[in-house]
């Protein structure tokens, strides 16, 4: 997206660096990356990187009114409300892909947006080890709004710790070794000192929950929650009795799971602007768009891609009992404008945006990325090729 900057990089790149790349990475947590790091990083200049800020303040300022509680109410589906809930969500993240619009400008489009967290952790260690085995311009930065790593991780520890005793907090999620994304859990006890717990080993007194932390009984006063609750049903009957996380408790949800559905593809359809693709609730259409194979159909409650239609055909349509559950959104059409040793690579960034308590409004803070070659990001569209996988973008400081 640099021209210049993507020459040097591609000029520099050799096998063995990557691969001594790939040693050092692997190095602080042995085993714990279980995703494929793609071999470069993205170069995003400022003004692309101001449309990306234009397009997410946009969507920030429909969070932020005050009947957006009222507005997606709804989006939480039954039997999955939490008590107890949050008024901001503490962490949100916005995908954007890289197309180029009709007059062959570069231009990010909304994909997704999630109210939870995401690498927030991974993401400091992650462009420094980049940093030691490739070129990186000195004003380009992984962080955004002027952070450091420094300012970066005190913000972080401050936002998931506060002023509690940090034996206090947790990450919670299920059966976190077995995660692809557990060498995010690891970084983020590097950095905030929180342990990190699996869901099948709290106890529960009354109200409180509790988890053993050097084999002693310690309260749990705060949750930095990482389940996502399909995941959970998915795998409900093979985790035994575990704890109903939907019940009353005297915890703090960092940020709460409620938030999850809220900001999420049942936002989409409420956003106006250019860089966020139109959408529309599929039971609110009165009239099919002209051209089914322009829009994606989407399921609005599951997550990782599962059970999205690219190519939607009118029997899809005509296969669905419950259009509330389903969206339509316009097709974006990804530009193929990495270059790579062989074939052009798409890109996704993910805007990561903070929320501390306090704050009238939510700001970027730092950011990852995903290359592609296949149809869609995503491993599986992705198989055997090279020049994909995670990554982080470098924006113009």
């Not at 509680?69 to 969500?89: F, H, M, Q, R, W």
């Not at 700001?363 to 491993?379: D, E, P, Q, T, Y």
């Amino acid at each position: 997206m640099v021209p210049d900057l993507r020459k040097t990089f591609n000029a520099h790149f050799s096998a063995a660096k990557y691969e001594a790349f790939l040693n050092d990475l692997n190095s602080l947590h042995p085993g714990d990356i279980e995703f494929r790091v793609c071999e470069t990083p993205v170069f995003v200049d400022k003004e692309f990187a101001d449309k990306l800020m234009d397009a997410c303040e946009s969507i920030i300022d429909v969070i932020c009114d005050p009947n957006f509680i009222t507005l997606t109410e709804k989006a939480i589906p039954p039997g999955e409300k939490v008590p107890n809930e949050a008024s901001i969500s503490h962490m949100i993240s916005f995908d954007f892909g890289i197309c180029r619009n009709d007059r062959g400008e570069l231009e990010p489009q909304l994909i997704e947006m999630q109210g939870f967290p995401t690498l927030y952790g991974f993401q400091v260690y992650y462009p420094e080890v980049v940093e030691k085995h490739f070129p990186v311009p000195s004003n380009y930065s992984q962080y955004l709004n002027g952070y450091t790593k420094e300012s970066y991780v005190k913000m972080l520890r401050e936002l998931i710790v506060g002023d509690l005793p940090v034996e206090h907090v947790i990450l919670l999620e299920i059966k976190p070794e077995e995660q692809k994304t557990r060498i995010d859990f690891s970084c983020t006890k590097d950095y905030t000192g929180i342990e990190v717990v699996c869901l099948t080993k709290l106890m529960q007194e009354g109200r409180k929950l509790y988890y053993l932390k050097d084999g002693v009984k310690t309260l749990i006063k705060r949750i930095y929650n990482r389940i996502i609750f399909d995941d959970l049903k998915a795998n409900k009957a093979s985790l035994g009795d575990v704890i109903d996380i939907t019940q009353d408790l005297d915890v703090e949800w960092l940020p709460h799971p409620n938030w999850f559905y809220r900001i999420s593809k049942y936002t989409l359809p409420f956003i106006n602007h250019p860089y966020v693709p139109q959408t529309f609730f599929l039971n609110e259409v009165k009239e099919l768009p002209d051209g089914l194979e322009n829009y994606v159909l989407k399921p609005l409650f599951s997550f990782a891609g599962q059970g999205v239609k690219i190519d939607v055909t009118q029997d899809d349509l005509d296969a669905i009992n419950d259009p509330e559950n389903f969206i339509l959104q316009r097709k974006v059409n990804y530009a193929e404008i990495i270059e790579t040793p062989d074939v052009p690579a798409k890109v996704e960034i993910r805007m990561m945006y903070v929320w501390p308590e306090g704050d009238a409004r939510p700001h970027a803070a730092i950011n990852l990325a995903r290359m592609s070659k296949g149809k869609m990001i995503g491993v599986r569209y992705n198989k055997d090729k090279e020049w994909v996988g995670g990554t982080v973008a470098y924006f113009e400081q």
